[in-house]
């Protein structure tokens, strides 16, 4: 299992503002602006999206379900009585958890999509492959932080994507470049 962390940033390492708000990221008013930022390759290429409760709540919030076809594990205390389709509430030790899905899924590429607080467990366990930092221009101040080592990292490439968003995109050291999900530009 290859795990990818695909997330965006503010320029001061903010994944939400501290309300929990993304209303200061761009939203891209061109579907193929999505492919420009790696988004559609990543749908493509995931069988699986992890996420914590947090992000779980407020993607609920937007509307209808957007990946009814991928299978998705929440990580939550929480006892939901329904839940969109191929969705999984799970709790516990990521590490153990983990070890779970891989049994049940492996050969997979998965995307951790948040929240921070499951990232730095992610990353405090070693369990992250990837990493795709889409960095928007705006200072925040104040927030939900990114706290990933990148120490545990190499940067394979730093590019502009779309107007005013840069992106990094690092590889766990040692890991070999064979299915990276490296985006030509």
Same mark, same amino acid.
């Given at each position: 299992m290859s795990i990818i962390l695909y997330? +965006?940033?503010?320029?001061? *390492?903010?994944?939400?503002?501290k309300n929990g708000g993304l209303?200061?990221?761009? !939203?891209p008013s061109?579907? +193929?602006? %999505?492919?420009?930022? *790696?988004? !559609?390759?990543? %749908?493509?290429?995931?069988?699986?999206?992890?996420? *914590?409760? +947090?992000?779980?709540r407020q993607i609920l919030g937007f509307g209808e379900w957007a990946w009814p076809d991928k299978i998705t594990y929440v990580f939550t205390h929480t006892t939901y009585t329904t839940t969109p389709p191929n969705v999984h509430c799970i709790s516990g030790d990521v590490t153990t958890c983990m070890k779970k899905?891989?049994?049940a899924h492996p050969d997979t590429k998965t995307w951790l999509l948040g929240g921070a607080d499951l990232a730095h467990q992610f990353a405090q366990a070693g369990l992250i492959d990837e990493c795709i930092i889409?960095? +928007?221009?705006?200072t925040l101040g104040e927030g939900i932080k990114l706290e990933v080592p990148y120490e545990n990292f190499t940067l394979l490439e730093t590019k502009k994507c779309l107007d005013d968003l840069a992106q990094k995109h690092y590889i766990k050291k040692n890991k070999s %470049?064979? *299915?990276c999900l490296l985006r030509k530009p």
């Open positions: 997330i +965006a940033t503010s320029l001061d *390492g903010f994944i939400a503002d209303d200061w990221l761009p !939203q061109d579907p +193929a602006d %999505l492919e420009k930022i *790696g988004y !559609q390759k990543l %749908l493509d290429d995931i069988t699986i999206i992890i996420m *914590g409760d +947090a992000s779980y899905i891989n049994t889409t960095i +928007a221009p705006v %470049l064979k *299915g």
